[in-house]
């Protein structure tokens, strides 16, 4: 079977004809494979679901326990026959229980990354390399500006910050799933040990990790202290929460982010954010590149993200590849991506929407009038 | 520079003055001479690089990166220095990368570097420092570090190392020379307070803060001292003897530097003028037979490289008078303005050269009277010099003279641009903190075409809108698309479909580039006009109408960087 024959594109999102399921389909389906619990990826409503035990304990805390007819639990390396096919749930080091998924048809391996990062994690397995012919990969970060530092190199700006401004609470917005303990705990390795507090809407995915044995000490709910009384302390909140009446009861409080946006100044200012952090669970430009190398596949899919420069890159380097211009992911770990990246999707034909250039550039190309002769 | 540059990186994302104030005060203290020195050169605005042009950062990253890449991470960046710091490729790192150099290598080596030897000087600092340190090397080098502090926060971070405040920093500052080693020495309590060795030193100017309509609710007219704000360039001259009894003069620009030598007549007028001991801040302007010249005649001296017999006499330059800051030896800034324009007023009495004279106060009752004398300069009291007035300065009568921008104490209120209603035509993507919006705006007015009217682009604005316009008007970019070339949109712009934006500006002059034959200076988006159809937009007659007007030499007001 050639690949196109083992997955194509359907409007619900990659589908395996054989094997009769779906990849992380963005609606309802009869039967699907969850590479991980971010909301995008991981949606209610499918009739079987087949996923690691913990993805589906996420979404069971997401979604309550009836967010699927049926559930199947994939233990990682373990193969399952579907049918003809047979698939393997192998970590991907995204966020805890996430997994790329293995798709084999007679000779042919296709690999599906789901959203994967290379860089430590003390909250989840590590990223398996697996060789195949076809790797379709995430481009969430596919840009070569894209190159994320060393973790405790941002988690050291955020504790200098709390040093220096010692009476400031520290609002760190990060996603509620996986950054957020990742954050404490990559904290927690430095031997800071006073409580860390979080924001409600983090409460129970926290709990659910601290059930599954992540390490993340003394955590407290921000509602259960009062926000006045916490001047110097580490606060984990969501996102939207920065910008929120809730900030603002805190004691002058200092503003951080922690994305792998936060690279780029122009996303953190558009924010109002004061302390960025550039911690990401996507694996960056340099492990995009390396990891495709590593698969040794011939053939590279890309799914969602910055698709054009992964494409070209690829075929700089002699690798067949292509985007997908897969909608509706990017949601809930990439909320922030400006318009330019996450609104111009073309849709599942894979033509490009946007228009390329065909005349003469009208006004705008001259010299900008506004500026003062020289 | 790693530190320096963390330090960067963080000032530039901080709000807070006190938060900033303490993040430079921390890396003082810890961070060694003569790196902090520099540091302090850096941020006061003391260091300034030649040789190292956008272009030659642009071939660097050319000759090292696929150009397709960098083309998509430029467009998606916004920003050269920060796209060329981001995507640099990382050769060698842990213990084999070229170990980072110190900004006081860096400042010391450009200073020796001849410009064909900056590029592999330049490549090899890149390559050995981190993504924050290429930022700022790049910023810094290319002179477009804009972090948000002033000289003068940066000399309140010192003054704090020691408990002083600024001013005492201030005091001493001129004279002082990067690595500025024994300023440290003395803030620390290691040694003794620098001497201003120099007997006619410049004086750090006061600012004033831009006036709105709005505003004037707040402030009671009877505090207030109001004055011409006269369109020359802000000067300080002093005087002083040395101490060998020789008499001084210098004249400075409002940022410290010394611009004697283009005024020589100016100088021997004041060393000739046994009267004339002391500080006087006020504005350098052309005077013919007794009358301002507008800034254009100014201008035409300034851009004189050989300053010669001929233009000294036609070119006349002179000194209106705004403030008295030193009085022979005695330092009038502490002094409340009432206090201090009483002793200039004294002052420039005294003087025998007509080469400097008061600049007036305006008589004013209420705020209604001070519009319309700034409507009408000529009828309340500038007489043939009202061309040259620029607007009007407002200082409270209590306001000592604080060198900054001070808040409450002067405010400086413009007289209105001109303005035109015009249609938006085509958007493009902005630079920076803009990039993903779209917030450069290519405008139109209406003209009589081949086919009827038609809009012709005059001019492209990318600000004067808030934040909460610049979202509307993206938004209103996207959904009214009708064509893209490239990173342009063209926007619907038609009789009963479009946009109006009523676009100020501050000059306009003919211009054989442009399509309309009009180019517009200053041009900002001063309001949207979402109640407006583009058919009601003005037309090409109106700005025609305004230019034939400054031709006739009225109000042109153009812009030098020395103007406040
Ligand atoms: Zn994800
Ligand atoms: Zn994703």
Redesign the pocket.
Known sequence: MRPADILTLTPAGLFCPPGDFHVDPVRPVARALIT?G?S??ARAGHGAVLATAETLGIMGVRYGEAFAGSTQIATYGEPIALGPVRVTFVPAG??LG?AQIIIEAGPTRIVVS??YKRAPDPTCRAFEPVSCDVFITEATFGLPVFRHPAPGAEIAKLLQSVALFPEQAHLVGAYPL?KAQRLIALIRETGYERPIYVHGAMERLTDYYVAQSVQLGDIRLVRAEGRAALGGAIVICPPGALQDLWARRFPDPVAAFASGWMRVRARARQRGVELPLVVS??ADWDDLCTTIVETGAEEVWVTHGQEDALVHWCLLNGIKARPLHMLGYGD??ATEAPPAASGQAGGLDSTPAVQVATGRVPGPGRPREGEPSP | MNRFAALLDRLAYEPRRNAKLRLMTEFFRVTADPERGYALAALTGALSFAGAKPGLIRRLITERTDRVLFALSYDYVGDLSETVALMWPQGRTGHNRPPAPTLAEVVEALSATLKPDLPPLLAGWLDALDETGRWALLKLITGALRIGVSARLAKAAVADLGGLAVNEVEEVWHGLEPPYVALFAWVEGRGPRPQASDPAPFRPPMLAHPLDEEDFAALAPSEFAAEWKWDGIRVQAVKARRTDGRAVARLYSRTGEEISAAFPDLVQALIDDEAFWGAIDGELLVLRDGRVQSFNVLQQRLNRKAVTPKLLVDFPAHIRAYDLLADGESDLRPLPFAERRQRLEEFVRRLASHRVDLSPLIPFVDWAALASARAEPASAGAVTDAEAVEGCMLKRLDSPYVPGRPKGLWFKWKRDPFAVDAVLMYAQRGHGKRSSFYSDYTFGVWRDGEGGDELVPVGKAYFGFTDEELKALDLFVRNHTVNRFGPVREIAHEPDRGLVLEVAFEGLQRSARHKSGLAMRFPRISRIRWDKPPRDADRIDLLETMLARIEAGRAARPRAAERE
Do not use: A, M
Request: charged letters at 35%; glycine letters at 14%; zero cysteines.
């Open positions: 991980h971010h995008d990826h995204h966020v996430s789901g959203d996986g669970d996507h809930e770990d």
